[in-house]
């Protein structure tokens, strides 16, 4: 070797190319995005207006995949679910509801109330009457929760049932425009991706989704 010379820096010989550099940075983002959204939490929209007014339609919402790992569903949760067996022939897109009834409930509607296990639930939450995507009207003024919003061969819940093991009965909060659990049955556990915690969007009602405590 000439004595001029001098000899390459190990760092030097490692060194990538930084095009390659970002490819893998990329990649890896993708791949821990991928992950996160499949195990643990994604983002939803809100097409429809069958949970106003606690959730607008174009609300954006984390929806926390991961929780039910670790605790059951519970009543008044908001959760996310596929379709099932009764809805597949009609839809593709996934559902939005909160839990009325849990394993072994015994759900019946009477007088435009909801009852479970013989006593009746007051939730606070079910839109108003005469406004339902107002937030503050519905603390003075609930919709009733009827059967007769169903269609006259899907009413479901037009007699006193009994949540089975692994199934949730769920309604959305807009009572009047919902068809849910009322008209079409259960939903099995396995059907539920997982439960609505934090509204990341519009930037005006960022933050966590109901006002507690649920239930008066």
Known sequence: MNKEEK??????????????????TIGLSVILAIGIRQFVAEARYIPSGSMLPTLQINDRLIIDKLGYKFR???RGDIVVFNPTNELKTQYKDAFIKRIVGVPGDRVELKNGKVYVNDKIVEETYVASDLNPAELEARKVNHQKTRIDVCP????????PVTVPPDSYLVMGDNRNHSYDGRCWGFVPYENIIGRAIFRFWPLNTIGNIDELPLYK
């Open 7 to 24: 000899p390459v820096n190990k760092e030097e010989q490692n060194e990538e190319n930084p095009w390659i550099e970002s490819i893998k």
């Open 72 to 74: 059951e569903p519970q």
């Open 152 to 159: 006259p061969d899907k009413r479901f819940l037009s007699q």
